[in-house]
């Protein structure tokens, strides 16, 4: 598929960005403004200086070179102080944007990020933001303040004298013309360099995740032969984008050697009406004002893989929300919480998966829900849990006082109501005990012990050389499978959820550690939804739905369904003939 580069506007989106920071943006031009100025000043001055020297053989006096010392001293001041206010408010706004990429993915998550490699994510939160420090620290006060400077400073010259003046002018308008022919191509590499840099990171992160499997099935070599591939793409990238910037500063030095020359011709063809000892100082005020100039359009220059960066960044942050806030919220009822779905339609683009489903659990109930492959059964689980709305249909929750749309809820209550616990939940790298406080930071510790000695996790704990305070890893490296399936329902029920999902939670677990769970969920007053492929699991639900294409075609309890030629019978047998369960 081809990608269209992105557009001149990206950049203006970046803009309302720095309106939280309007007097430090102010602050940041005043500084470059002064920085700027004072380094004209200084070597007009200077050149004045030379040129009495010689036309006049006079000496500056002590005065002078306390001014021109002082003028040193000042642009030393300006300098350090631009350089700290620019990368001071850069960063101030990246770390505030990087914060909004994080809401951007969590507003549209799963929808947006499935698919997606979290190398690429990472790139676009870290190096895509970096890339952006250019802009905000180096283009918008730097554009502003040349602009000021080069116009006031040829005022000036055309006091001293038009035809230098008359000479920068279409310098001028040239080096800032000429960043922009070939934009189109400029911004195209540029995103070829971000791209390739996005698709290198995913491969690496790739192959640090799986390196274990990638050394067991002997397939490292290959694998790092696509890592070589990728860095040759970027590599390939990067050196067409260097080339034609190697190109463009050509162009501009090229530029302001020919303005240097038509100053000199001006001054030079002047005749007795040159400025005599101001003609030196003439010639370092045109070279001087142009100085800001080409600063500018090296920094327009930039714009390409700016606008590359910037496309990424912005299109995380202004990411559509797959289940938009709603307008009026309506607080959910006291009391036990049950399921009521009713004509429940999903697809996955053009891909119908949910057809008509209506399902009821009563409050306190254990539901467990069967399928074959595709049926749908995650597809519910991850409806519940509202990272998807439906394409039509309702999911309610269903309380003495009355029921509740999903969509009408807010966030903070859904999720204090459903917990959702898949199969591969993830755990951060820090503590076992942070992990376990992540929905509940201010969980106090007899809550916490119970709830880990409910689950096992106080086992777990016992084993690990400093307890609950004992780093698990990234994504829980240092445990098993089912100790992480017994963290992630102990995070769960810290929350205390009215409704309880279990998305193959138990997947991992033994039979003890299945039958231990299932004793803990029958002595709490909790709605259970559990998605499993054990009969065991299965059985003891209170009642059972089976799945096929979308819809509920058979309900009842275990005895019923199984003592007849029913679905769930069928689905058992091919289970124990092909293998597990599984789903979508």
Not at 357 to 362: A, E, G, V, W
Not at 450 to 475: F, K, M
Request: with cysteine; glycine share 8%.
């Amino acid at each position: 598929m081809n990608r269209q580069p992105p557009t001149r506007r990206v950049l203006r989106g970046l803009l309302p960005a720095l309106r939280p920071h309007r007097r430090m943006v102010a602050r940041t031009i005043l500084s470059c403004l002064i920085d700027q100025a004072a380094l004209v000043v200084l070597v007009t001055w200077l050149a004045h200086i030379v040129g009495r020297a010689v036309t006049e053989h006079a000496a500056p006096d002590p005065a002078t070179v306390c001014v021109l010392g002082g003028l040193v001293l000042l642009r030393a001041v300006a300098t350090w102080w631009q350089m700290d206010l620019s990368h001071d408010l850069a960063y101030r706004v990246l770390a505030e944007l990087r914060v909004r990429i994080y809401d951007g993915l969590a507003r549209s998550a799963p929808a947006r990020i499935a698919g997606r490699r979290s190398g690429d994510l990472a790139a676009t939160a870290m190096n895509d933001i970096e890339t952006l420090e250019f802009f905000y620290a180096h283009t918008t006060a730097q554009l502003f303040a040349s602009g000021l400077v080069f116009m006031s400073g040829t005022a000036v010259l055309g006091v001293i004298d038009p035809w230098p003046a008359l000479a920068v002018l279409p310098v001028a308008a040239a080096l800032m013309a000429h960043p922009l022919l070939g934009d189109r191509g400029r911004t195209l590499r540029g995103d070829q360099v971000r791209t390739a840099t996005a698709g290198l990171s995913a491969d690496a992160v790739d192959t640090v995740d799986g390196i274990r499997e990638l050394l067991a099935h002997n397939a490292l070599d290959r694998r790092r032969r696509q890592l070589a591939a990728a860095g040759r793409r970027l590599a390939l990238a990067q050196r067409a984008e260097a080339r034609h910037d190697g190109a463009f500063l050509a162009v501009q030095d090229i530029l302001v050697a020919l303005a240097l020359i038509a100053v000199v011709a001006a001054i030079a063809t002047a005749g007795d009406g040159s400025p005599g000892a101001w003609a030196p100082a003439a010639l370092a005020l045109a070279v001087s004002v142009l100085a800001p100039v080409a600063a500018g359009a090296d920094a327009l220059r930039q714009a390409g893989s700016l606008r590359a960066a910037a496309a990424r960044v912005m299109a995380a942050i202004d990411a559509p929300p797959a289940a938009p806030p709603p307008a009026r919220p309506i607080p959910l009822p006291g009391g036990r919480v049950g399921v009521r779905l009713r004509n429940l339609r999903f697809s996955y683009g053009d891909v119908p998966v949910l057809r008509g489903l209506d399902l009821t659990i009563p409050p306190g109930r254990t539901l467990a829900l069967v399928g074959a492959s595709g049926a749908g059964k995650t597809t519910v689980a991850h409806l519940l849990a509202r990272f998807w709305d439906p394409t039509d249909g309702t999911v309610e929750l269903v309380t003495a006082g009355g029921a509740v749309d999903l969509r009408d809820l807010t966030d903070n209550e859904l999720r204090s109501a459903v917990a959702l616990v898949g199969q591969d939940a993830s755990l951060f790298h820090g503590t076992l005990r942070d992990n376990l406080r992540l929905a509940v930071p201010d969980a106090d510790d007899d809550l916490l012990n119970r709830v880990i000695r409910q689950c096992g996790v106080d086992r777990i704990a016992a084993t690990l050389p400093h307890g609950l305070d004992s780093i698990v890893g990234e994504r829980g490296a240092t445990l098993s499978g089912g100790q992480r399936a017994r963290v992630a329902l102990a995070r769960a029920l810290l929350t205390d959820p009215g409704v309880l999902i279990l998305d193959e939670a138990t997947a991992h677990l033994d039979t003890v550690g299945d039958a231990e769970l299932a004793r803990l969920l029958a002595g709490r007053d909790t709605t259970t939804i559990v998605i499993a492929h054990r009969p065991a699991t299965i059985r003891r639900a209170h009642h059972i739905a089976v799945l096929e294409n979308g819809q509920v075609v058979e309900e009842g309890t275990w005895d019923t369904l199984t003592s007849t030629d029913s679905a769930l019978r069928r689905l058992l047998s091919t289970t124990a003939t092909h293998g597990r369960i599984s789903d979508r």
